[in-house]
């Protein structure tokens, strides 16, 4: 079964730091590029950053620039988000998803179920 | 960046409606548009890609349709399962952004 679990999500101080998992089963991993998406609660969705399936590129939106990073590691099937400088606009369902048949410009068909970040004193 | 304005925001439809929300992109994206769908507490679900094509176990009641920048998503007899919300995606160019989402309820 194709699949997607994130992890790492919790409660954290404004300024602090937290990284996100994202393990990857039922597929050729190494072979796709992948991505997180976020969703503030009560608000619409929000891609944050892009990898692809053999760091060729990655890309990050403006307002993570500089605070985020993502990487993967092809030999553990697994994809990160490391979260510095969070702030309480940081707060929201992170989710990783995976490119639609190996294409970037086809969407995203497989997602996890999420991991929820919350950024409070 | 690319911006992606949905409508409407909300609707409100019947059992066996037809209900048609549009996406319009703020330049010229070609025919890279997806639509996706999720019900409260949910991941988003893939239902169109490449602005027309249907996701593989996707039913055949939804469709998508382009003209120029402005890009349709149709559901042409509502079920009850289709209730949710909707969002459009621009996959043209990073950084990719969505539409703001259209909530679809039970009239």
Known sequence: EVQLVESGGGLVKPGGSLRLSCAASGFTFRSYAMNWV????GKGLEWVSSI?????YIYYADSVKGRFTISRDNAKN???????SLSAEDTALYF????????ENYGMDVWGQGTTVTVSS | DIQMTQSP???????GDRV??????SQDISSWL?????????????????????????PSRFSGGASGTDFTLTISSLQPEDFATYYC???????????QGTKLEIK
């Open chain 1, 78 to 84: 697994s994809l990160y988000l490391q979260m510095n």
């Open chain 1, 52 to 56: 692809s399936g053999h760091t060729g």
């Open chain 2, 34 to 58: 997806a639509w996706y769908q999720q019900k409260p507490g949910k991941a988003p679900n893939l239902l169109i890609y490449a602005a027309s094509s249907l996701q593989s176990g996707v």
């Open chain 2, 89 to 99: 995606q621009q996959a043209n160019s990073f950084p990719y952004t969505f539409g």
């Open chain 1, 38 to 41: 976020r969703q503030a609660p």
């Open chain 2, 9 to 15: 925001s909300s609707v409100s439809a019947s059992v």
């Open chain 1, 96 to 103: 990783c998803a995976r490119v639609n048949q190996l294409r």
């Open chain 2, 20 to 25: 048609t929300i549009t996406c319009r992109a």
